[in-house]
Nanobody
Framework: QVQLVESGGGLVQPGGSLRLSCAAS???????MAWYRQAPGKQRELVAT???????DYADAVKGRFTISSDSAKNMWYLQMNSLNLEDTAVYYC???????????WGQGTQVTVSS
């Protein structure tokens, strides 16, 4: 069974940084690894993604500030978030689509709050 577990959320001041981690189990080869977020009262939105054979892509709102990366040996991926602002406050979700296992998988979410 594929499971994703996020960590690294918390409270940070505007302009600060956080790094989110996603630990995966149940699969080791991924077609897509991604981070989504959902702010209060808003729909879940794609933040950053790594697609096999394509590379990384970012939402316009986070380009130049966020970086998605992966560590295949650890079966983990990360979201480095810099220059955080109030609009980045949301629950952040780890997402993955395995290459050889049907379905899409989500983590439970981790809260990121940007506040002074």
């Amino acid at each position: 069974q594929v499971q994703l577990v996020e960590s690294g959320g918390g409270l940070v001041q505007p302009g600060g940084s956080l790094r989110l981690s996603c630990a995966a189990s149940g699969a080791r080869t991924w077609y897509t690894m991604a981070w989504y977020r959902q702010a209060p009262g808003k729909q879940r939105e794609l933040v950053a993604t790594i697609t096999s054979g394509v590379g990384a892509d970012y939402a316009d709102a986070v380009k130049g500030r966020f970086t998605i990366s992966s560590d295949s040996a650890k079966n983990m991926w990360y979201l480095q978030m810099n220059s955080l602002n109030l609009e980045d406050t949301a629950v952040y979700y780890c997402y993955a689509k395995p290459r050889w296992i049907p379905g899409d998988y989500w983590g439970q979410g981790t809260q990121v709050t940007v506040s002074s």
